[in-house]
């Protein structure tokens, strides 16, 4: 069975400062999602990496995969205080039904100005 | 569009009552998906739903029942309810029956057992 990994668990950033998440997982899997939670709030989908080498932006967010070292990694460039929320990794779950999914357990990232 | 709706947002249960969580979906999503989140574990998967007329066990599936009731409709019932099903349950649906869609999550509904 997959396992995600996050780390860190808690990182607490200046504003305008650069940082990255990591998510690690067991097993081989061609693809991976990130989601982003505010507090008391719902899940949003941030990025599908589908492919080693894919690499997705959405404003100060870059994401990437290699499946080869079985790492993604969430980039964060010059943060600023709207970027605080938790975010999540996830990788499918085949040894279930395709589709379901595997949650790390999130990175609660603080932005301080 | 809505979206995924979850009912209700809020409930406080007694131990040993029952209650059922009612989630709907209005994408003609075929997947359809139960979690719950406790502080720290991330999300746990407690049952699922790949199509209509199925359903299959998730992670954490003792002390819950489903009923994917028609294609935009899945429920989750606790039939005795425990204070470790204290929790925030999401419901959530996804298009496809394989491949790389992701899921699509409704607002949740903050779960109190005393």
């Known amino acids: 069975e997959l396992k995600v990994e996050q780390n860190p668990l808690f990182l607490s950033m200046q504003e305008g400062k650069n940082y990255t998440i990591y998510c690690n997982y067991s097993?081989?899997?061609?693809?991976l999602y990130w989601y982003r939670q505010d507090p008391g709030k719902s899940l949003e989908s941030l990025f599908v990496?589908?492919?080693?080498?894919a690499v997705k932006q959405e404003g100060r967010l870059m994401a990437s995969l290699d499946t080869k070292a079985r790492l993604s990694t969430l980039h964060i460039t010059a943060a600023v205080h709207d970027l605080s929320a938790t975010y999540f990794c996830?990788?499918?779950?085949?040894?279930?039904?395709?589709?379901?999914?595997?949650f790390g357990k999130g990175t609660k990232l603080s932005v301080k100005p | 569009n809505a979206g995924v709706t979850q009912t209700p947002k809020f409930q406080v249960l007694k131990t040993g009552q029952s209650m059922t969580l009612q989630c709907a979906q209005d994408?003609?999503?075929?997947?359809m998906y139960w979690y719950r989140q406790d502080p720290g574990m991330g999300l746990r998967l407690i049952y699922y739903?790949?199509?209509?007329?199925?359903?299959d066990k998730g992670e954490v599936p003792n002390g819950y029942n489903v009923s994917r009731l028609n294609k935009r409709e899945f429920s989750l019932r606790l039939e005795s309810a425990a204070p470790s099903q204290t929790s925030v349950y999401f419901c959530?649906?996804?298009?496809?029956?394989?491949?790389?869609?992701?899921?699509?999550f409704g607002p949740g509904t903050r779960l109190t057992v005393l």
């Open positions: 959530a649906s996804r298009a496809g029956l394989a491949g790389a869609d992701t899921q699509y």
């Open positions: 097993t081989t899997s061609d693809r």
């Open positions: 990496l589908l492919s080693n080498g």
């Open positions: 996830a990788g499918p779950d085949y040894g279930g039904s395709q589709g379901n999914l595997i």
């Open positions: 994408m003609n999503h075929n997947s």
């Open positions: 739903s790949a199509s209509e007329g199925t359903t």
